[in-house]
């Protein structure tokens, strides 16, 4: 977890104050009883390729660069509805079986993107504009988090994209044999890991 203060509404991680970045846990000991551990994968089919995706803000003091190429950005929240501020927000890297923390009462995507592109360019000496272009993710999306369970898996998420990187299809599926050997590989063998499959997710 990584606190990230100052963050530029443009940047998809922020509209004003601090966010909560999950980028994986390294632990289960990072998991604290109003915490859940969401175990899944995001696909992008086809398959978002390190040169479609262009990153130039500037100063990046904060190194924001990481959260944009070859992840998703969700924020997560209590309702299911998007506001312009929410407390968290997870970082999962693409194409790979994510670790990532969340408080239970947030079991809802209200919004996930991809960012394709998120370019500064100045207009005049004083002046500048962001252009930002994004694969958005369906939502809400609602997880299945138990009141007890310490990790869930949640499936694979394949999402299906055109030219213009519109979402035009939305399909989870049951991985969980090759999830749970990632996940016992990291955190070791004989932990529970229980099945919490996404519901159905639309693409309209």
């Given at each position: 977890?990584?606190?990230?203060a ?7 991680l ?6 909560t ?8 000991g990072?998991?604290?009883?109003d915490?859940?551990m ?7 089919v086809?398959?978002v390729?390190?040169e ?6 500037g100063?990046?003091v904060?190194n ?16 299911p509805k998007y ?10 890297t693409?194409?790979?079986t ?7 009462s947030?079991r809802?995507m209200?919004r ?20 930002h272009?994004?694969?958005l993710?369906p939502?809400p999306i609602?997880f ?17 994209r055109?030219?213009?990187h519109?979402?035009?299809k ?5 991985h969980?044999?090759?999830a ?5 590989k990291k955190?070791?063998?004989g932990?529970?890991?229980r099945?919490?499959l ?5 693409t309209?």
């Open positions: 977890m990584r606190l990230l100052a963050l530029v509404a443009a940047a998809g922020a509209a004003a104050g601090c966010v970045v999950s980028e994986g846990v390294g632990s289960l990072e998991v604290g009883a915490s859940v969401l175990v899944g994968k995001i696909e992008i086809p398959k390729k390190p479609e995706q262009k990153f130039r803000a100063l990046d904060f924001m660069k990481r959260h944009h190429i070859g992840r998703a950005i969700l924020y997560m929240s209590e309702k506001q312009e501020r929410t407390d968290d927000a997870l970082n999962p693409l194409e790979e994510y670790f990532l923390k969340v408080p239970r947030h809802f209200v996930g993107s991809v960012t394709m592109a998120l370019v500064a360019r100045a207009v005049t000496a004083t002046q500048s504009v962001v252009d272009t994004e694969l993710l939502g609602e299945d988090i138990p009141p007890t369970d310490k990790a869930i898996y949640v499936g694979t998420l394949r999402l299906h055109d030219e213009f519109e979402v035009t939305a399909e989870v599926y049951d969980f044999a090759a749970y050997a990632d996940f016992t955190f070791g063998a932990l529970l890991l099945k919490a996404l519901k159905s997710v639309r309209s």
